[in-house]
T-cell receptor
Framework: SQTIHQWPATLVQPVGSPLSLECTVE??????LYWYRQAAGRGLQLLFY??????ISSEVPQNLSASRPQDRQFILSSKKLLLSDSGFYLC?????????????FGNGTRLTVT | KQEVTQIPAALSVPEGENLVLNCSFT??????LQWFRQDPGKGLTSLLL???SQREQTSGRLNASLDKSSGRSTLYIAASQPGDSATYLC????????????WGAGTKLIIKP
């Protein structure tokens, strides 16, 4: 069966510090991968999605970047965090073929920028 | 521009009751609609996915319906249990996107023992 791992679960970082969140998927190949952010009281916002190694599409211009160095690894990064980067970050995957497959989410990372 | 609305924002019912959660969307040109649940501080769990050509999907005590022409979907939960307490979110995939989902803000459901 497929599983998705996301870490760390919580993170407190000072303004201006770098960020690296990692997500890995097991039990499937060639998945679509996604990074979402969920701000308090607001809906989910798609940040990045990837259809393959090195292929990243950004949905919202921001202080963050994403990379996919391996087929089942997706990394969210920032060189200098802002206070507004605080939020709940969720990684997700779906089967690549057919946009009618459901999304499967990791347990999320709660990021607090102080 | 597609917008997704979930009403009510919160709902509290006694255990054992059947209940309906609502999701409405403004543009009927959708590819599919998905229902998720989210437990506090956790990620989302996919519950049901309805293709635009389908009218309903069932999984256990859950039944989701879709009326594309009226821009509505409902999630029916039978014989509710305290373990059903969570936030339920619906999301639509627009017909012109392979990756984007438009999300509702969710309904927070509390089942009282």
């Amino acid at each position: 069966s497929q599983t998705i791992h996301q870490w760390p679960a919580t993170l407190v970082q000072p303004v201006g510090s770098p960020l690296s969140l990692e997500c890995t998927v097991e039990g499937t190949s060639n998945p679509n991968l996604y990074w979402y952010r969920q701000a308090a009281g607001r809906g989910l916002q798609l940040l990045f999605y990837s259809v393959g190694i090195g292929q990243i599409s950004s949905e919202v211009p921001q202080n963050l970047s994403a990379s996919r160095p391996q087929d089942r690894q997706f990394i969210l990064s920032s060189k200098k965090l802002l206070l507004s980067d605080s939020g709940f970050y969720l990684c997700a995957w779906s089967v690549r073929r057919g946009s009618d497959s459901p999304l499967h989410f990791g347990n999320g990372t709660r990021l607090t920028v102080t | 521009k597609q917008e997704v609305t979930q009403i009510p924002a919160a709902l509290s019912v006694p255990e054992g009751e059947n209940l309906v959660l609502n999701c409405s969307f403004t543009d009927s040109a959708i590819y599919n609609l998905q229902w998720f649940r989210q437990d506090p501080g956790k990620g989302l769990t996919s519950l049901l996915l309805i293709q635009s050509s389908q009218r309903e999907q069932t999984s256990g005590r859950l039944n989701a319906s879709l009326d594309k022409s009226s821009g509505r979907s409902t999630l029916y939960i039978a014989a509710s249990q305290p373990g059903d307490s969570a936030t339920y979110l619906c999301a639509v995939r627009p017909g012109d996107s392979n990756y984007q989902l438009i999300w509702g803000a969710g309904t927070k459901l509390i089942i009282k023992p």
